[in-house]
C-alpha cells in the first residue's frame, strides 16, 4: 500500500484581516486540504508595518467559523508564552475547533521582535533548552491529571489543566527546525512530526542525523511523521509558471528549495521528496494562494497522491 500523503497550506496573516482569513480557510477546507497553519509573529519580519493578528487568538476565531479543516500554527515561539499557559490555551483551541488543532512549537528566531516586545534574547543553545523544557511540560499538561516539573527555565507543580484536549493521547505536536546537534535531538524526544524547513542543504542527511538520534533515545523512527515546508510555483502552462517564478525566486530563503512547474511537473518533483520519506507538504504558493492556483493544485495534483 502507497504511503499516505497529506497536503497542508501555510498561510502568514501579515495584511490579511479576519474576514480574508476566513474566506482562505473555507476554500482549503472545501478543496479537501489536509490543514492550514498561521504563523507566530508580533509583525511580520518582512514586512513590518502591515496588520497582522496575534495567532492563538485568531486561531480561536478560525476553529470557530470553519467545519472540517484542520488549524495549527507553524510555529509557536516558545519564548512569547509560559509554556503551562501555552498548554492551557491550546486545550481550550482543541476544544473549540472539536479536535482540529495541530500543535507547533519552535525556538524562536526573530530577534528584532523580542526587542521591539522587551523580551530577552538568548543564545541559540539556551532558547533550545528552553524549549525541550516546555515540550515536557506541554505534553504533561495535555496528559497528566496533576503535573510537576521543575526545570532551569520553568517549573510547574501539580498544575492542573481540565478538561483535557479531545485528541487522545493530545493533539499532534509538530517541532520545526533543522540545528543536527540539539534541535532535532529535541524532535526524536518529543515530536510526533518534524517539519523541515524550506532552507535545508541536505535533506537526506538531515533524515539520517535524525534517524540516528531516534536510536538513541529509543524512538522508533517510523513512528515519526515528515513533513516539509514547500515554496511551489504552479501555472497551467510553462509561460504562467515563468511569470509567477519572478516572484517565487525571490522568496528567499524558500526559493532553494522551491517546486515550481505545470502540475505533471509538481507531481513528479513532489513523488521525488515522497521517496526520501516526506509524508506532508505544507505549501507556500509564490502567488499567495490565489484561489485559482489552490483549485488547480487540488484538481490536478492532490489525486496523484490519493
Known amino acids: 500500500m502507497a504511503a499516505k500523503v497529506e497536503f497542508a497550506i501555510f498561510s502568514p496573516q501579515a495584511g490579511l484581516n479576519l474576514e480574508a482569513l476566513i474566506d482562505r480557510c473555507n476554500v482549503v477546507e472545501r478543496l479537501g486540504f489536509h490543514s492550514l497553519w498561521l504563523v507566530d509573529h508580533v509583525f511580520s519580519p518582512l514586512y513590518p508595518d502591515l496588520d497582522h493578528h496575534e495567532c492563538l487568538a485568531l486561531l480561536s476565531a478560525l476553529a470557530a467559523r470553519t467545519g472540517s479543516i484542520r488549524l495549527g500554527i507553524l510555529v509557536l515561539c516558545n519564548s512569547f508564552r509560559n509554556p503551562a499557559l501555552t498548554a492551557k490555551m491550546l486545550t481550550t483551541i482543541d476544544h473549540l475547533s472539536g479536535g482540529r488543532l495541530e500543535v507547533g512549537i519552535g525556538a524562536g528566531w526573530a530577534e528584532r521582535e523580542y526587542v ?131 516572484v517565487g525566486q525571490k522568496m528567499k530563503p524558500f526559493a532553494y528549495t522551491a517546486v515550481r512547474g505545470t502540475p505533471p511537473q509538481i507531481i513528479e518533483q513532489l513523488r521525488e521528496r515522497v521517496e526520501r520519506g516526506v509524508r506532508m507538504f505544507v505549501l507556500y504558493f509564490s502567488d499567495q494562494a490565489a484561489t485559482a492556483t489552490l483549485e488547480l493544485f487540488a484538481r490536478e495534483v492532490m489525486p496523484a497522491f490519493a
Open 116 to 246: 521591539a516586545y522587551g523580551y530577552d534574547f538568548p543564545s541559540m543553545i539556551e532558547r533550545l533548552r528552553r524549549l525541550e523544557e516546555s515540550a515536557q511540560i506541554i505534553k504533561a499538561m495535555f496528559t497528566e491529571d496533576r503535573p510537576s516539573f521543575t526545570g532551569r527555565y520553568y517549573r510547574i507543580s501539580e498544575a492542573i489543566n481540565n478538561p483535557k484536549p479531545l485528541q487522545k493521547p493530545h493533539p499532534p505536536i509538530t517541532i520545526g527546525g533543522s540545528g543536527e546537534k540539539v534541535m532535532l535531538r529535541i524532535v526524536a524526544k518529543y515530536a510526533d512530526r518534524w517539519n523541515c524547513p524550506s532552507a535545508y542543504r541536505d535533506f537526506n542527511h538531515k533524515m539520517a542525523v535524525l534517524k540516528e538520534h531516534c536510536r538513541a533515545v529509543g524512538r522508533d523512527f517510523s513512528t515519526l511523521q515528515i513533513s516539509e515546508q514547500t515554496l511551489i510555483t504552479l501555472g497551467r502552462n510553462e509561460a504562467e509558471v515563468e511569470e509567477k517564478w519572478k
